[in-house]
């Protein structure tokens, strides 16, 4: 007797996270937008009937990607900027550009255009830290993804709003009014020490504790930024984090560049995590972050793309491996940050650090149906001795062939599904000319 599931996938193999190995020859079940069953194909043959069912041949089946740190809207300041330090290029580029342009509707904008790229290349949910959260939020909903929006908070007043008080307050009611959609969620995102008072600080640690909210903060990006907080406060940003009781599991450090011993065991015995932008550091040359050396402090690390202005790219696979290659050559040991690891960085660890590991970041039965399909089939990624190993090492974004979002399909053999692509064409190119002057 078979049993009838909303979606039948049959892979030429399965990584399921959550236990080691490849998986040849299975198949996923899907059902009421979860994993139902991960079992061997001949026995899904016998038991299941799908309403839809998918011949997957060359392809390897993983959780959807999760990008632990993202500004989605900064989509439409791709290149706007580049090839400057980050004070410089904060000051200079971005800050009066955002002064300038950024609402609502550059908001929603962005962020669709970055939910696009996003999904295209495997990546089913994001950490964001951006103004306008509302919109952001608007543009994840039609674009039929998971995000987890950061109450922004930062010292300088914008368009958005003109105190640390006036932000908290507006991502809180901005909280209340999506709290009943099950693909959002919310985090607290003071921006970072050196924009941040210690009275918003105090403030923030008292309601992520109320609410249970992790804490986004960019942390110990660059060397200025340590000698300007020992400058004014006479410590380390993640010292006077401490004292004033930031630093807990709901932590989430993101870059964590400029590390010492201490300080990655404090993040250890506290229980956070950081989100590791290799590709971002790079760029703007801010460093390598320790990641081997985290690792075995015990950090939970995961893996950001960062903002598309700084990247300039929103591609967790190409992360991946960048990840893996830098924390080999700067530890001077090939086998750390292994395929299965770099993987784990970007799926479970990035649920783990957002609270959700019990709900997404592996495909496990029970868990939300967030899978990607990746091709590895062409001739560039022949032979294939090791899925894990080729898609780590090998595939690309383009190599994503289809994307589900809760057992929902929203790329079908790499094409965007429920979004206007010419539309969204011309919503970036009306930022463009309007950007364009300054550009």
Not at 247 to 264: D, K, N, W
Not at 346 to 362: D, F, V
Request: proline content about 5%; overall charge negative.
């Amino acid at each position: 007797m078979t049993a009838t599931v909303d979606l039948l996938l049959y892979p030429a193999w399965v990584i399921p996270v959550d236990a080691p190995g490849v998986l040849a020859d299975h198949a996923v079940a899907v059902h009421g937008g979860r994993v139902f069953d991960v079992l061997p194909a001949r026995e899904a043959r016998q038991r299941y009937l799908g309403r839809t069912t998918l011949e997957l041949p060359g392809r390897v089946l993983i959780p959807g990607l999760i990008n632990l740190h993202c500004h989605a809207a900064m989509s439409l300041l791709r290149g706007y900027g580049d090839d400057m330090p980050l004070m410089e290029w904060l000051k200079n580029r971005i800050w009066p550009a955002e002064k300038h342009h950024v609402g609502r509707d550059f908001v929603f904008d962005g962020s669709l255009l970055a939910c696009a790229e996003m999904l295209r290349g495997g990546i089913t949910a994001f950490n964001d830290m951006y103004f306008f959260p509302d919109a952001t939020a608007e543009a994840v909903l039609k674009s039929g993804m998971r995000a987890v929006l950061g109450m922004i908070v930062i010292g300088l007043p914008t368009a958005y709003a003109a105190d640390p008080d006036d932000y908290l307050d507006k991502g809180l009611a901005i909280r209340d009014r999506f709290k009943g959609e099950r693909r959002l969620g919310f985090s607290f995102a003071p921006h970072a020490p050196y924009t941040v008072d210690d009275a918003a600080f105090a403030r923030i640690a008292t309601l992520s504790g109320q609410l249970e909210l992790p804490i986004h903060i960019h942390v110990h990006e660059t060397v200025q930024e340590l000698a300007e907080s020992e400058r004014q406060f006479g410590v380390r940003p993640l010292e006077r984090l401490a004292r004033l009781g930031l630093l807990s599991a709901q932590f989430i450090g993101v870059h964590a560049v400029h590390l010492t011993p201490a300080e990655m065991e404090a993040l250890a015995r506290h229980g956070c995590h950081v989100a590791h932008c290799p590709a971002s550091n790079l760029k703007l040359a801010a460093g390598i972050a320790p990641l081997a050396a985290l690792r075995a402090a015990g950090v939970n690390v995961a893996l950001g793309t960062d903002g598309p202005a700084s990247n300039n790219r929103l591609d967790l696979l190409e992360e991946m491996r960048l990840a893996a290659l830098l924390a080999k050559g700067a530890s001077g040991d090939p086998t750390v940050a292994n395929a299965a690891q770099i993987l784990s960085a970007a799926t479970i660890n990035a649920a783990r650090a957002l609270g959700q590991e019990e709900s997404l970041g592996s495909i496990t039965p029970g868990k939300r149906a967030d899978l990607v399909a990746v091709r590895l089939d062409g001739l560039e990624h022949q032979p294939v001795f090791d899925p894990l190993s080729q898609l780590v090492y090998v595939a690309g974004r383009q190599d994503v062939t289809h994307v589900w979002v809760d057992g929902e399909a929203r790329v079908s053999e790499g094409r965007l599904l429920g979004l206007d692509e010419s539309d969204l064409r011309a919503r970036v190119n009306y930022w463009r000319q309007k950007l364009l002057p300054n550009a």
